[in-house]
């Protein structure tokens, strides 16, 4: 099942190559070109699982839209319909998040009149297949393409032929490229045996160099609380994104004043 989910193809929007092919010099440094004031791109994602005895679950795709600025991402609005009772959407802006429920719980009633809910917290603002393979971040990419083990022409994505580069990379060179990174619930460095952990990844990147379609597939470690170091496990998890309309007019704003309540207001 989960070879069939990783392969399948499914409708892309049919938006034209963002940019010249003979203008490229690599994936990451063409997707750095594009992070600028009022631009953007299309997102669809979805989280894999596999349980103990091998078989895999998925969740139900959210999908969006990412806006950047320079050089970096600075809102995005997304509705995913796996969380809350009916599903969610959310609109993340610098430190505000602002959600809107579409079955509010009847436990926990909106005030009249109130349609969102915001929170004042640093919003997750990323463009990730998973927490080691991000397309916004220069050295992450470029360390992850360095590790490339086979190429081969691939689908149509976005009214894109691509080529497909699939590899894997260890916790050790992820950490390499970027000292910052953390695994796990104390968030530490992954040394010692979790230095050896391996993140399976693959990119379908157009002739422009733009990646349509990312995935990959790594070892989460287990180590919360009533865990020791000594007796923590793992779990495995995948994540697919798919991109489309690179470059596309992107202007997220936050909700009306007057449809939104403080999340401690409403808790009060």
């Known amino acids: 099942m989960a070879a069939a989910f990783l392969m399948a193809a499914v409708p892309t929007a049919t938006a034209g190559p963002a940019g010249r092919a003979d203008a490229v010099v690599d994936p990451a440094g063409v997707i750095q070109r594009q992070l600028v004031p009022g631009q953007g791109v299309k997102i669809v994602e979805r989280w894999g699982s596999r349980s103990p005895d091998g078989s895999w679950s998925f969740t139900d795709p959210v999908r969006g839209v990412v806006g950047f600025g320079k050089g ?19 609109i993340c802006i610098g430190k505000r998040e602002y959600e809107s429920y579409v079955k509010p719980d009847p436990d926990e009633p ?7 809910v915001t929170f004042e917290w640093p919003c997750q603002l990323f463009l990730k297949a998973g927490p080691h393979l991000s397309l916004t971040e220069a050295a992450n990419l470029r360390a992850v393409l360095a590790t490339t083990e086979r190429k081969r022409p ?16 260890t916790f050790a060179q992820l950490h390499k490229a970027n000292p910052d990174m953390r695994i796990g619930y104390h968030r530490r460095p992954p040394t010692g045996k979790y230095a050896g952990w391996k993140v399976s990844w693959r990119l379908w990147i157009g002739g422009d160099q733009l990646v349509r379609r990312a ?4 070892r989460e470690l287990n180590d919360g609380p009533g865990r020791s170091a000594g007796d923590a496990s793992y779990e495995v998890h995948s994540k697919e994104l798919r991109l489309s309309d690179w470059g596309m007019k992107v202007h ?9 309540v403080e999340s401690e207001e409403w808790h009060r």
């Open 72 to 90: 970096t991402i600075v809102a995005t609005d997304v509705k995913d319909p796996n969380v809350a009772i009916a599903g969610t959407r959310k």
């Open 110 to 116: 909106l005030p009249p009149g109130k349609t969102w």
């Open 154 to 169: 691939a689908g149509i994505y976005d009214g894109v032929r691509t080529t497909l580069y699939e590899g894997t990379i």
């Open 215 to 218: 995935w990959s597939s790594w």
């Open 252 to 260: 997220i704003k936050p909700p009306p004043a007057e449809q939104t």
